[in-house]
């Protein structure tokens, strides 16, 4: 197999006990956070300290598989040093990368740790391939994670046009706006995934039945209204219904996650180094299950190469885990365009 | 006061040729220091094409006005990245970059303006632009006065500080067209439904509570950013230039109501109140005080 024909399987882990369900079931790499602003998955509860990481690295490691760590987020100037902080953390405890947006952070990772890994974050934005060069020759960057908003001939233009690994999302949660240059969160809640790394907090989310349904606002925000034996989904800005016109509707898109396996040929093909699974926030055992789906039609794909197709087993197995969503190729197929 | 300089941002909406040069017309001669020109949402939209805008800022340049060029914020095709080299490559006018992509086809070579998008949270990050050729950076929108305060006490005497004072906040950017699907239309056949809505398109919450403006691939605040009651504390952080950004009524008017309170002919109070009125929404400043964007913090 030549090293072109290798595609990465990258899994999230909100914790020790996720992180070891995705090593166990075959995930090439595994990324995670500190407990802080300093990633875009800043919840209560979740995310590593420097012990875990530590026992973290040390399982990965054991078994072959590499750890990244997501310090994806914006640093302000008052804060400024915890994230370089964080930077040095991720690096004295051995980790094999680190995902990041800001350009002067990635500088000061470049400058103080000069063998450390550097991925660019989808949260830098970066949609053509002028963007991840530029990333490339000031800060050495290795890999970009794409915004989950380009079409796969797209992605094809963007690895033919730059040396930097290109790294793509294939499945959970989606992103209708390009991340990293979303407000709306901030908007309606001053919490904000660019610097606090947060969308729609929970602590920002209040469920309330009324005499015209089940009502949840963010802050003081409708987001939706569910009759009863409606699925009460959780209340994403982006994912509400809206009045627009007079037509009540999904305003940005319907609710759906991103399953993008039937791809994997033409993700391959495209030469695509690396598929990313997102849900730090999700349950060890959702992890387990997936990363057990993803790492065998990957190995599959790499031995039935074009041919492949993914097995109905995989596809309804996968189906179960999104809470009832349907599923969607999202940009990458783009039924809107 | 007398120290800031007003400019007329990017118009974010998509109006027909006509009233789009009629409005730079007045805007030429308009108390103005600085208009951007230029499409930065969709490269569909073509009543005015890339030529079309590059003569507009030739016609506006004689009115002794400084005349930059805005980049489109979201760049997915090779023919997005063409129509940015173009311009970046225009020889006469300063750039607005609205993507790293048109920082590194400007880098080391013309000076340029970064722009809002680009994400600049830090001095640190500020003054790496600021070596490559950024002249000016336009402060994102959801960045408080506390933490622009930290930027402005360490940037680089020659950095010229941009704040947007006036205007719906563009709030989001996707790849998909909100505008083309509430018509049920495919993005690549929108019939250009956007050209219908000169202040965007509005949407509600479902308790009537008027929320945020669909602008083709961008929404908007509905409710519209007033800072000028704000003045004597911008001035005191040492901002440059105040960016006005063009809604489909009173823009030019707004503009000439900061401008008097610059020249200390208008009391705050009165400019904010006029403000106000000449606002298609609500106003809000909650950003600038550290809250949510939407919130309106009382003076």
């Known amino acids: ?337 | 006061m007398s120290s800031f300089q007003l400019a007329l941002g990017p118009l974010a909406y998509y109006w027909p040729r006509a009233r789009t040069l009629a409005f730079y017309e007045s805007a030429a001669q308009a108390p103005l220091d600085v208009i951007y020109v230029g499409e930065t949402i969709c490269s569909r939209r073509h009543e005015l094409r890339a030529n079309d805008w590059l003569a507009l800022a030739d016609d506006l340049a004689s009115s002794g006005k400084q005349i930059v060029l805005s980049s489109q914020v979201l760049l997915e095709s090779e023919p997005d990245v063409k129509a940015m080299r173009r311009l970046a490559e225009n020889g006469r006018f300063l750039v607005e970059a609205n993507d790293m992509g048109a920082v590194r086809l400007m880098q080391h070579r013309v000076p340029f303006v970064a722009g809002a998008s680009l994400n600049l949270f830090n001095e640190q990050s500020l003054s790496l632009l600021g070596q490559l050729g950024a002249v000016r950076w336009v402060v994102p929108a959801e960045m408080s006065a506390e933490d622009l305060a930290a930027v402005q006490a360490a940037r680089a005497a020659n950095m010229q500080t941009e704040l947007l004072v006036y205007g719906r906040l563009p709030l989001a950017y996707s790849a998909r067209c909100f505008t083309a699907r509430h018509f049920k239309l495919q993005k690549d056949a929108c019939e250009f439904r956007c050209i219908e809505f000169d202040d965007g398109l509005r949407l509600r919450t479902r308790d009537g509570d008027a929320f945020l403006v669909l602008n083709g691939i961008q929404t908007l605040s509905d409710r519209v950013l007033n800072l000028v009651a704000e003045l004597p504390a911008l001035s005191e952080l040492g901002i440059d230039v105040l960016r006005i950004s063009p809604q489909a009524n009173g823009t030019l008017r707004v503009v000439q109501l900061f401008r008097d309170v610059i020249d200390g002919t208008l009391a705050l109070g009165q400019a904010a109140e006029a403000v106000g009125e000449l606002a298609p929404g609500e106003t809000c400043n909650g950003f600038w005080h550290g809250q949510s964007g939407m919130a309106q913090v009382l003076a």
């Open chain 1, 1 to 337: 197999m030549s090293e072109s024909k290798q595609i990465e399987l990258v899994c999230p882990a909100g914790g020790l006990p996720a992180l070891r369900s995705a090593v166990d079931h075959g995930a090439d790499c595994v990324y995670v956070g500190f407990r802080d602003e300093t990633n875009a998955r800043n919840f209560a509860g979740l995310n590593f300290d420097d012990a875990g990481l530590t026992e973290g690295i040390r399982y990965a490691h054991r078994a072959g598989a590499r750890v990244f760590v997501a310090l994806n987020t914006y640093p302000q100037s008052a804060n400024w040093a915890r994230w370089t902080r964080a930077v040095d953390r991720a690096a004295d405890l051995g980790v094999d990368a680190v995902i990041m947006a800001d350009p002067a952070l990635m500088a000061y990772a470049r400058r103080t740790h000069p063998r450390l890994r550097i991925h660019l974050s989808v949260q830098g934005s970066a949609t053509n391939h002028e963007a991840i060069n530029f990333y490339h020759e000031h800060f050495g960057i290795q890999r970009a994670v794409l915004p989950r908003v380009l079409a796969l001939p797209q992605i094809r233009h963007v690895v033919a046009n730059t040396p930097v690994q290109i790294e793509v999302f294939g499945f959970g949660g989606l992103c209708v706006m390009v991340e990293g240059r979303c407000a709306l969160s901030a908007y309606a809640t001053g919490v904000s995934p660019n610097c606090d790394g947060a969308c729609s907090p929970a602590k920002a989310v209040r469920w309330e039945q009324t005499p015209r349904g089940m009502e949840v606002r963010l802050n003081t925000v409708l987001v939706d209204r569910f009759d009863t034996g409606e699925r009460a989904g959780y209340p994403t800005l982006c994912k509400g219904r809206y009045d627009v016109d007079g037509h009540t509707y999904y305003a940005f898109e319907d609710p759906a996650s991103l399953n993008a396996l039937e791809l994997l040929p033409e993700l391959l093909q495209a030469g695509v180094r690396a598929v990313k699974i997102e849900g730090r926030q999700r349950s060890p055992a959702y992890v387990a299950e997936v990363t057990r789906v993803w790492r065998k039609a990957i190995d599959a794909c790499l031995s039935d190469g074009a041919s492949f197709r993914p097995a109905a087993a995989s596809m309804s197995a996968l189906a179960q885990l999104s809470e009832g969503q349907t599923h969607t190729l999202g940009a990458y197929d783009r039924p809107w365009k």
